[in-house]
């Protein structure tokens, strides 16, 4: 494991804090003033650098709020702890502008100070996990099996030029595709030309599609080149094709048929050699039906139907797409990435997302904006997400799906692993759709259940309650993870909000190997 760098010219601050954590199991590496540990960040590899920097505000040679800054510059991921004897206002607010994870004022209880540490440890390794899963799937994020099956047909059609017709909700990511199945292809170095045809008007569209010569109509005083032009050699992206008018089918129908066509005003045939991609999020087969849409260009156009399903089906990817665009979003605006809370993740995985993916990549933007804190937790979701409408401020922090895991049960089968899901509680994709927060109270479900269990154990002569109701909720909890990614423990990890490194220490630690 990567040591924690402790910076402090307090001989005592330094040792303190070396036991404490060595008791703890985490490694350390110590520093009396900034200059040092610059310069062993930069003579640092993968392997040695710091885990967690924990630096005081005030040394010899030079402020810990300038090193969190040169810091952040270099190592933006790396969580930094600032501590001061000096609780001032400016100090705090100068530390969480700078990006600190969090501030510690001296003197501190060194039990809490681990305890902080340990969670910016599972911070940062949670990090980690999200990165390696961003970095297997850099062009689309997902790793629901909708999404596979996605991810597999643009693998299976990237050695061909068939016509594929992309359908899907809006804001589901039918572009995504689309320019994955360029890039992909033998034509990934000819250029990747789109059009929405439901947004430029009827009459402009003819000329947008196909060009226009000079004099063709008023205001047109040059040759224009149209889009099946400029993607010669390429890709044209034709979206929301339901919504062409009609005349206009004919003339597409032509183009793909053998290639040719003719400019607006113009009588010499000019030929293109492109690959047609068109998505809709009509019903093609009904527009059809309806006479709104050409039946032979309906067949010309479905060779290779590819489906996209919403983000209410997917919904085991919104915390990975959620700390995606939350990274985007802070990367164009120039600040520092926020964090979301596993509650505010459990309130998002309870929401309909009718605008899909796009509806929660706007989300992001809001809350790098709007969120008040660097964590954001429930309350700070916006409005459209409706926490502040479906549940009470106090218990805003708990997301609504999490009750139901466990039923009230006697302690005997709390203590038994088979006893899991045994009770008459729906399944949680059931939950999710269906369950309203408002309903759920304070103490039911599995809290009663904890409840009954520790009152049972309290009453006898055992002193160590704590660690034996925690060691048997987190061996619930791993175990439920593990089954539901099929024994994949990085996807586990994921899903649980911790780290790798966490998961594997506490199979090992529970016995679950």
């Avoid at 070396?18 to 520093?31: D, G, H, I, Q």
């Avoid at 999490?402 to 899991?420: N, Y």
């Avoid at 045994?422 to 759709?433: F, I, K, M, N, Q």
């Avoid at 309650?465 to 925690?470: G, I, P, Q, R, S």
Wanted: one cysteine or more; glycine letters at 8%.
């Amino acid at each position: 494991m990567k040591p924690i760098w402790i910076a402090d010219d307090d001989q005592s601050i330094r040792f303190v804090l070396e036991k404490a954590l060595l008791r703890e199991n985490l490694p350390t590496r110590s520093f009396t003033n900034p200059r040092d540990v610059l310069a062993a960040l930069t003579s640092a590899t993968e392997e040695d650098g710091p885990q967690i920097l924990v630096s005081d505000i005030r040394m010899p040679g030079g402020s810990g709020l300038d090193l969190l800054e040169k810091v952040k510059e270099k190592f933006p991921g790396l969580p930094v702890i600032i501590m001061t004897a000096y609780s001032d206002l400016d100090s705090a607010v100068s530390a969480f502008q700078g990006g600190a994870f969090e501030y510690l004022p001296k003197p501190f209880d060194v039990p809490k100070a681990v305890e902080l540490i340990r969670r910016a440890v599972e911070e940062s390794q949670r990090e980690e996990v999200a990165e390696e899963s961003l970095a297997q799937t850099p062009e689309m994020l997902g790793q629901a099996p909708a999404m596979q099956d996605v991810f597999r047909a643009i693998g299976r059609l990237s050695q061909s030029n068939v016509t594929v017709m992309i359908t899907g909700e809006s804001g589901s990511g039918k572009e995504l595709v689309a320019r994955a199945l360029h890039k992909h292809s033998t034509r990934s170095g000819g250029p990747f030309v789109a059009i929405n045809t439901a947004a430029i008007p009827k009459d402009l569209l003819e000329s947008e599609l196909f060009g226009h010569e000079r004099g063709a109509f008023t205001g047109a005083q040059t040759m224009r080149r149209g889009r099946f032009e400029q993607a010669d050699g390429g890709t044209l992206f034709l979206d929301e094709i339901g919504d062409m008018p009609f005349d206009l089918q004919t003339r597409l129908l032509r183009v793909l048929s053998d290639g040719h066509f003719y400019r607006v005003g113009g009588h010499s045939a000019v030929k293109t050699n492109v690959r047609v991609i068109a998505a809709t999020h009509q019903n093609l087969e009904q527009r059809v039906k309806e006479g709104g849409f050409r039946e032979d260009l309906f067949h010309r156009l479905n060779v290779i139907r590819l489906r996209l399903p919403a983000l209410r089906e997917r919904k085991e990817d919104i915390a990975m797409l959620t700390r995606h665009f939350l990274q985007q979003s802070a990367a164009q605006l120039g600040v520092e990435p926020k964090r979301i809370s596993d509650a505010a993740l459990g309130w998002l995985g309870t929401f309909g997302f009718p605008g899909n993916v796009r509806q929660l990549e706007n989300i992001c933007h809001w809350l790098t904006v709007m969120a008040p804190a660097q964590v954001i937790e429930p309350k700070d979701l916006p409005p459209e997400v409706g926490v502040t409408q479906r549940t009470n401020v106090a218990a805003v922090d708990s997301p609504p799906v999490l009750p139901t895991v466990f039923a009230a049960s006697p302690v005997e089968k709390w203590a038994e692993p088979a006893q899991i899901g045994a009770a008459s509680a729906p399944p949680l994709d059931e939950v999710a759709e269906t369950s309203t927060p408002a309903t759920v109270p304070t103490g039911s479900g599995w809290e009663l259940g904890l409840e009954s269990d520790a009152a049972a154990l309290l009453a006898t002569d055992r002193t160590d309650v704590w660690d034996e109701l925690t060691r048997r909720f987190e061996a619930r909890l791993i175990q439920t993870a593990l089954t539901a990614t099929r024994g994949r423990r990085i996807e586990a990890a994921l899903k649980l909000g911790i780290g790798r490194n966490t998961i594997t220490r506490k199979i090992q630690e529970l016995g679950l190997e």
